[in-house]
Every structure is written in C-alpha cells, then in structure tokens.
C-alpha cells in the first residue's frame, strides 16, 4: 500500500510542477488547433504531470475507493471516526 502512495504523491507534485505550462498550452491550443508544435509540446510532456492521473486517496490508509472529498478519508475511517468524535458537526443519525 505504501508504494500506490508514494507514487500518487509524486504524480501530485509532478502536476504542481507542470500545471501552469500545461494549461498555457492547452489554451494555445484551443486558439491554433491546426498548430502541430503545440500538440508536441503537449505530447513531451510527462505522462503523470496530467490531472486526470491523480488518484483520490485516503490520508490516513490510502484506501482508494469510497474517498469522501470533503474530508479526503475513507468510508470506513470516517465512520470511525464519526463514532469517537474525531470529526466536529458529524453524528451518527439514528430515527
């Protein structure tokens, strides 16, 4: 599990790195579609620099399914944490 989020790190810092050149580009590109260099420039690239690599993971497991956005921890850690009061304004509903 460690290396699923070492390696999602990395991608988020690659995607620091390169968001700003990418998105200059990108808007270049929606200007000048017919511009090849453009889709090069794109193209070299590193392949993790994107968004859309970037998986949301649990900060506390790195569980990467059922991620709640809000708090970027997992269904089960946020029950869990919901039930000890870790979490302030959340309760566990009953009726």
Known sequence: M???VTRDKKKR???NVYEEKR???KILQRLNPSDIRIQQSLNELPHN???T???NRCILTGRARSVWRTFRISRIQL???ALEGG???VKKSSW
């Open 2 to 4: 460690k290396s699923a």
């Open 13 to 15: 810092a690659l995607f």
């Open 23 to 25: 998105l200059a580009l």
């Open 49 to 51: 620099s994107s968004k």
């Open 53 to 55: 690599r970037i998986k």
């Open 79 to 81: 029950r869990k944490l």
């Open 87 to 89: 979490l302030m304004g």
